[in-house]
């Protein structure tokens, strides 16, 4: 009887399945132990190193998949080389695959990381008193060397496929005077976002606006050619770079102060109580802890001609006598403001209540003769008396 080791012997068509079980079953168990030793590494490094953990973490899911691509160019190498006649040429293609696939992959693991590293000191650098927080420096890091890889993994597939570096010059002179003559746009896109990573005038995060008033919102993307920016209602704004080349724009983030002025009316019967109002209003603003005593604090009659709501006055209004708090605030964060500014214009409105007088309201006087209004009581006075 006929041994099972003769039998796959004589039968080199079982002899190249059983050979390609194998390296299935290989591949299967080195993705296992991969799996475990990766999960072991990232819970130790957990809470000591976390560049480590984010490159263990950025080659976890590639490195298995580069194993499976191994594991498959070994099994296309058997299964070829049962068809010796036409298998040099497929083996030289399957080859250049291979290194093509595990170029990408490499790409795909130090894209992850360079992503992560970032991620780890936008998360690191995060300010948490409300103040402005610069990360342009890190995304123009992140971009650069989203560059470099590309440019290198470009060169890299090339030299895989054998492709000459002097034809290849020769053709990208043609491709680049083709695109200068029809992607004018595209260019001075491509120019606009490189002008923007070297002179940083906003990064992700910061709340900016044209001075025209046409675009305004978060920065939440800064690309080679799109700057996405989202507006205060949610919706996305798609800038293409070359627009901020020519354009103006406000970066509302790198205020160092947030300035309150308010105009005030008050009766125009309080006007002797008017300088203690403002002598309490100038104490208030001087003692309170989050206004910036190092910036300009004014508490003042107003000069010359200011919007009161409904009518462009001057200090003395047509019902009120109106004056001006002007001053600025330490901290930047909008929603902290707003709080601040809720509770410095209470406390001024106490200290007119405290002081005797009211703040003003519209008002309507009407003036009558004195004898009208002799005629108007002798008229009233024999109904009120019967």
């Known amino acids: 009887m006929q041994t099972v080791e003769s039998y796959f012997t004589s039968s080199p068509e079982l002899k190249s399945v059983l050979h390609i079980l194998i390296i299935l079953l290989s591949v299967i168990i080195v993705n296992i132990i991969i799996r475990i030793i990766l999960a072991i590494i990232n819970k130790r490094l957990k809470e000591k190193s976390a560049i480590l953990r984010i490159f263990y973490q950025s080659i976890n899911k590639p490195l298995r998949i580069v194993m499976w691509i191994i594991g498959l160019w070994v099994i296309v190498t058997q299964i070829l080389n049962l068809h010796s006649g036409s298998s040099n040429g497929l083996l ?38 409300g103040g402005y927080n610069d990360f342009s420096m890190i995304e123009t890091s992140y971009k650069a060397s989203q560059a470099v890889i590309l440019v290198i993994a470009f060169f890299t597939i090339l030299s895989s496929l054998d492709i000459p570096l002097g034809a290849l010059a020769g053709l990208s002179g043609i491709v680049a005077g083709f695109i200068a003559i029809s992607q004018r746009e595209l260019i001075a896109d491509v120019f606009g976002g490189v002008i923007l990573y070297i002179d940083r005038p906003f990064s992700v995060g910061d709340w900016i606006y044209t001075v025209d008033g046409k675009i305004e919102g978060t920065v939440e993307k800064i690309s080679f050619r799109l700057t996405l920016i989202r507006a205060f209602d949610k919706r996305p704004i798609y800038v293409p770079n070359a627009l901020f080349l020519n354009t103006a724009v406000v970066n509302a983030s790198r205020m160092t102060n947030r300035r309150i002025l308010q105009y005030i009316g008050v009766r125009y019967q309080d006007f002797d109580k008017l300088p203690a109002i403002l002598s309490g209003v100038k104490q208030m603003l001087k003692e309170h802890k989050a206004i910036d005593q190092k910036c300009t604090t004014l508490v003042c009659i107003v000069n010359g001609n200011t919007n009161m709501g409904s009518s462009i006055e001057g200090v003395f209004g047509s019902y009120s006598i109106n004056f001006m708090i002007y001053t600025f605030t330490k901290t930047t ?16 409105g106490q200290i007119i209540k405290d002081n005797g007088a009211e703040i003003a309201f519209p008002t309507t006087t009407l003036d009558l003769p004195n004898d009208a209004i002799d005629a108007l009581s002798k008229h009233t006075s024999p109904q009120s008396n019967s």
């Open 333 to 348: 964060n909008w929603v902290r403001f707003q709080a601040l500014q809720d509770e410095i214009m209470l406390k001024i």
């Open 92 to 129: 030289t293609m399957s080859y250049m695959a291979l290194k093509v696939f595990i170029t990408l992959c490499i790409v795909w693991v130090l894209m992850s990381f360079a992503r992560g590293v970032k991620n780890h000191f936008i998360e690191k650098n995060t300010r948490t008193d």
